[in-house]
């Protein structure tokens, strides 16, 4: 059977468990998206031309066989970005704020 938690250690599992994504430089990435799945396409639709002009090259019938039995597989969109368990962005958040507010005080 299930041990109770008490308030105190959910909130800690919480900290523990859960993360937020923190990216290099949160604001860009609406526009260096767009790139991104554009490139993945680029390279998905460069791979095919790639196959089918080894398949014109190719003379036997069973090697062209082979290569419509083999799909091009698009590679994925990746989201590159830092992982941060939460309890730990916030006990650096504080820090964070304070630099801020002395940089609007120069």
């Known amino acids: 059977m ?11 599992l919480s900290y523990e468990r859960d993360h937020i994504r923190q990216p290099e430089y949160p ?9 991104v799945k554009a490139q993945a396409k680029r390279y998905e639709r460069h791979k095919v031309r790639q196959t089918l002009a080894f398949a014109a ?3 036997s019938e069973d090697q062209k ?25 916030l006990a650096y958040r504080p820090l ?10 120069l």
């Open 27 to 35: 604001k860009a990435f609406r526009k260096t998206w767009p790139f």
């Open 2 to 12: 299930l041990k109770r938690l008490t308030p105190q250690e959910k909130k800690r």
């Open 65 to 89: 066989a082979d290569l419509a039995l083999e799909p091009v597989r698009p590679e994925r969109a990746k989201k590159r970005c830092e992982v941060i368990p939460l309890g730990q962005d």
């Open 96 to 105: 964070k704020e304070s630099k801020a507010h002395a940089l609007d005080l």
């Open 57 to 59: 090259e190719c003379g």
